[in-house]
């Protein structure tokens, strides 16, 4: 008979465990779901608040659920955590990382420093924003890679996306050739440019021929190019650049150093 009480008590205990986790799962869903503005106000801001505001409410409703479950297993968490000598070794080993985590993420949101979508360098770290969490930030780089990077490691953050970048084209000639032929080749390469429509959209206005930049001593002159484009297309625009670049040379016969 004893058994069987236990038994039932055992099972009660999972059950009520069981439906505090369902309810704690299907209220998270339910409130993240209705965390969205309305698609008007809709932007890259709006989006990261969001998101943020998503992962606040779900560490609460997990910790509360947390909570819950360690009581129903009969658990008492009051004296552990009325006890001063454990909060301080709970902080020593590792609530204070999280934190500066959460505080230095607040901190970078309230500056609107950043948003998803954002194209940013972080370290030798770049890439578009993916995830802006409570604790870390998602970045996924160029070559597929995901970085994953702990708000209170950043120190130092480039954000490309918050303004235009220039690219720098150095090109090396001879000396010995005819300057304006030079010049008057590296525009028409950029025209060009300007007129594909693949990368019309990508350049603004600024985009130029600088002229001579350097000499250097063995007959050779730098011709400099700067091309005023979005950071995340600079290498694609680049490459095109140069390409049409090359054309141009080969038909008016001028040389690379």
Not at 59 to 66: D, E, Q, S
Not at 132 to 153: D, K, M, Y
Not at 227 to 238: F, H, K, N, V
Request: net charge positive.
């Amino acid at each position: 008979m004893k058994i069987d009480i236990f038994s039932q008590s055992l099972i009660k205990t999972y059950l009520y465990a069981g439906t505090t986790l369902l309810i704690a799962v299907l209220l998270d869903y339910v409130l993240r779901s209705l965390i969205k503005f309305p698609k008007r106000f809709r932007n890259k801001r709006t989006n990261t608040v969001a998101a943020v505001i998503r992962n606040v409410i779900t560490i609460i409703i997990y910790i509360f659920a947390g909570y819950t479950i360690l009581t129903i297993f009969g658990i008492n968490l009051t004296p552990l955590l009325a006890s001063a000598s454990i909060i301080g070794i709970i902080l020593g080993i590792g609530a204070r990382s999280i934190i500066e985590d959460f505080v230095n993420g607040l901190f970078l949101l309230s500056l609107d420093s950043i948003a998803i979508g954002d194209y940013i360098q972080i370290d030798n770290t770049e890439g578009i924003i993916e995830h802006i969490g409570a604790r870390t930030l998602t970045i996924r780089a160029q070559n597929g890679s995901v970085h994953i990077v702990p708000n209170s490691q950043i120190r130092e953050l480039i954000n490309f996306s918050k303004h235009k970048f220039n690219l720098f084209i150095d090109v090396p000639v001879k000396a010995d050739q005819d300057i304006t032929k030079v010049l008057d080749a590296s525009e028409s390469a950029l025209k060009n440019l300007k007129d594909d429509k693949e990368f019309a959209d990508a350049l603004f206005p600024g985009s130029c021929v600088n002229g001579i930049e350097d000499f250097k001593p063995t007959d050779v002159m730098i011709i400099r190019i700067t091309i005023t484009t979005y950071p995340i297309r600079r290498w694609e625009i680049g490459r095109k650049y140069r390409i049409l670049l090359k054309k141009e040379f080969e038909k008016q016969k001028i040389l690379f150093a």
